[in-house]
Nanobody, 126 residues
Framework: VQLQASGGGLVQAGGSLRLSCAASGRTVSLGTMGWFRQTPGKERTFVAVFRRSGSTTYYADSVKGRFTISRDNTKNTVNLEMNSLKPEDTAVYYC????????????????????WGQGTLVTVSS
């Protein structure tokens, strides 16, 4: 499985961006796909996840109500719609995926994901 993230860029505070992650390879088995972000010198942190079983989503508290994750099975993509962006959302965003369904308590753990995209930079200016 290969993941290709796109859609990052520079936006003013309050603006919006849409990230996309295209999966290729054995995508039919990917039951969990999500987004993490990382800033220099800090650990990679969970942002949002989409689980195919039940089409359930889960968000970090810091983005809840502002970000929306969705999956397009026909295109094998997972998207992250980011609204009301804040300077503290500035980070490199990574998409991640694995086979099967993670339980909620484990979706926030980077090591639970097998596949990672290359990252896309989001910069929010104040």
């Amino acid at each position: 499985v290969q993941l290709q993230a796109s859609g990052g860029g520079l936006v003013q505070a309050g603006g919006s961006l849409r990230l996309s992650c295209a999966a290729s390879g054995r995508t039919v088995s990917l039951g969990t796909m999500g987004w993490f972000r990382q800033t220099p010198g800090k650990e990679r942190t969970f942002v949002a996840v989409f689980r195919r079983s039940g089409s359930t989503t889960y968000y970090a508290d810091s983005v809840k109500g502002r970000f929306t994750i969705s999956r397009d099975n026909t295109k094998n993509t997972v998207n992250l719609e980011m609204n009301s962006l804040k300077p503290e959302d500035t980070a490199v965003y990574y998409c991640a995926a694995r086979e099967g369904r993670l339980i909620t308590s484990t979706v926030v753990t980077p090591s639970m994901y097998y596949y990672w995209g290359q990252g896309t930079l989001v910069t929010v200016s104040s």
